[in-house]
């Protein structure tokens, strides 16, 4: 499978071609960054540590589209509508990691859905879908009485609260209620805010570092708390999600995913 990695320059763009290269099935056709990117001409092996492998970085998406079968996309919103887009035009796999989503971004990948096969999910990883399940039904089995709380830790870099995959754990949570999680969600108290309110599914986002990426979700109850975590240690699962998504969505129909379909995870 011809694969192109976008945001090639950047720490997952070079960990996205390193899991293409040691993927057997897939093959790294084109690797993209942004104009004016030092990375430009520069070999995509070599800005990945594996030695030269005769892909040159370019800035043409439309060109690199064109001879491929899947996108990796790692990039950031604005680049993502883009490449949505042209990868709908291509009808070739698109696999989304970029998080921080508008709604007007969403939008464009809904109707990008309809022309290709796109693979979105706040987290690629094995443990944090299965995570994901595992709390979608406890929220359904534990009712409306016990209060949830998603709370993350990242690295000092990362530009979006609350992340991705902690989004992606609190709609699995709202799931399992039933509910929507934009009615539900508390995203930040300050001050004198109150007692909590029933129902309501909070978030925490800490900062700090170098971690990874750390989640926890609490269910507190009357006296008796669970709590459901998961802890990343290596960048390099993300990746090696994302290239699993992109074989799943090869010869797909158009449609939206996640990678609850990719792990067959989705009926959990």
């Known amino acids: ?32 960054e942004r104009e004016g990117s030092p990375a430009l001409g520069a070999d995509a092996g070599t800005l990945a540590g594996l030695g030269p492998i005769g892909v040159a ?14 996108v990796l996309d790692f990039t950031g919103p604005a680049a993502t509508a883009q490449f949505a887009a042209l990868a709908a035009q291509a009808r070739i796999a698109h696999v989304i990691g970029t998080t921080g989503l508008d709604e007007a971004v969403l939008a464009g990948i809904e109707a990008a859905s309809r022309h290709a096969p796109i693979v979105r999910s706040g987290n690629m990883s094995l443990g944090v879908n299965l995570l994901a399940a ?24 990362k530009v979006d609260a609350p992340s991705g995959t902690a989004l992606l754990l609190g709609e699995a949570a709202a799931d399992g209620r039933g509910v929507a999680l934009a009615e539900a969600a508390v995203r930040a108290r300050d001050g004198i805010t109150g007692a909590r309110e029933p129902g309501t599914i909070g978030f925490a986002s800490l900062r700090g570092g170098t971690v990874v990426g750390e989640h926890s979700v609490i269910f507190a109850g009357d006296g ?19 290239v699993k998504a992109a074989l799943w969505a090869r010869g797909r129909r158009p449609g939206l995913y996640s990678m609850a379909d990719v792990l067959d995870l989705a009926a959990s």
């Open 1 to 32: 499978m011809r694969l192109v990695v976008t945001g090639a320059g950047g720490r997952m763009g070079r960990m996205l071609i390193a899991a293409v290269q040691s993927t057997p099935g897939v093959t790294l056709s084109a690797a993209l």
């Open 57 to 70: 970085v370019t800035e043409d998406a439309l060109e690199a589209f064109v001879g491929a079968e899947g």
């Open 134 to 157: 595992l709390v979608r039904r406890a929220a359904r089995a534990l009712g409306s009485d016990w209060d949830i709380e998603v709370v993350e830790t990242h690295h000092r870099m």
């Open 224 to 242: 008796e708390r669970i709590e459901l975590s998961h802890r990343a240690e290596d960048r390099a699962l993300f990746a090696r999600g994302a």
